[in-house]
């Protein structure tokens, strides 16, 4: 079974360590499932004092975080995965063809002009062995960055001050699809999956609720009623 590393490249890595150690994606993580990397994109500042970002030319609000920085967190993110591929693999010769030629490796950039996340992409990305996450904040990554990335994720249609809660709901959405981290059973059965419908309504105690009862069908005891009255009202996703 294959780890999943997911490197998350940012200014602000403290506000991952809560995410990646709680409920499943910690439990995975333990697990040896998905493994995680932080890459502190000042790490790589420029100059004295230790530059991130500049003022956009042809003038503009706000800062812009420069592309050569990013670059090189982009760079080190691969340069740590292939490190931990060496040190762990017991076959240096297989480990050197899985480096050179058979990495599964993307780098995403969270970016509110991208494409929209859906649950069919996450079940992509979890097939990856490397999934690269560049979070841009103030007003945005220099443009030339999209030289360096294979792919632009939004998580919708609204502003937020930067990628992080994107990259977020991303590595949420694609640990618990990992092989191993749920049973195919609950993949199966839960909303969004396979058939790519929303999840029918759900009930549990009380029966009633400010007038407000559970369907009796639900109640029937009639299996064969119950799953036609779920498919019922599972809704398509557009």
């Known amino acids: 079974m294959n780890t999943v590393f997911i490197s998350t490249v940012t200014l602000f890595p403290k506000i991952f360590k809560d995410i990646f150690s709680y409920s499943i994606i910690g439990r995975a993580q333990k697990r040896g ?31 812009i975080i420069r592309v050569d920085v990013v670059h090189k967190a982009i760079m080190q993110a691969k340069i740590n995965y292939r490190e931990h591929l060496k040190q762990n693999n017991k076959s240096s010769v297989n480990c050197q063809l899985k480096i050179n030629y058979r990495i599964k490796e993307k780098i995403i950039l969270m970016d509110p002009k991208g494409k929209t996340y859906s649950q069919k992409k996450a079940f992509e990305l979890s097939k990856l062995d490397h999934l690269i996450l560049v979070c841009g904040h103030y007003e945005g990554i220099d443009a030339r960055i999209n030289k360096y990335i294979d792919e632009s994720i939004s ?21 618990r699809l990992v092989s191993g981290v749920l049973s195919e059973e609950a993949i199966k059965n839960e909303s969004f999956s396979t058939s790519f419908t929303h ?3 759900q009930f549990t105690r009380p029966y009633e609720y400010e007038k407000m009862k559970v369907p009796e069908v639900l109640l029937s005891g009639n299996h064969q009623k119950i799953t036609i009255w779920k498919k019922k009202k599972q809704k398509k996703i557009n």
Do not use: H, Q, W
């Open 199 to 201: 999840e029918e309504p």
């Open 33 to 63: 499932l998905v493994n995680f990397y932080l890459i502190d994109i000042r790490d790589f500042a420029i100059g004295s004092y230790k530059t991130v970002d500049d003022k956009p030319y042809g003038g503009g609000k706000g800062m």
């Open 155 to 175: 998580i919708g249609d609204y502003i937020l001050t930067g990628g992080e809660i994107p990259a977020m709901v991303i590595v949420d959405s694609v640990c």
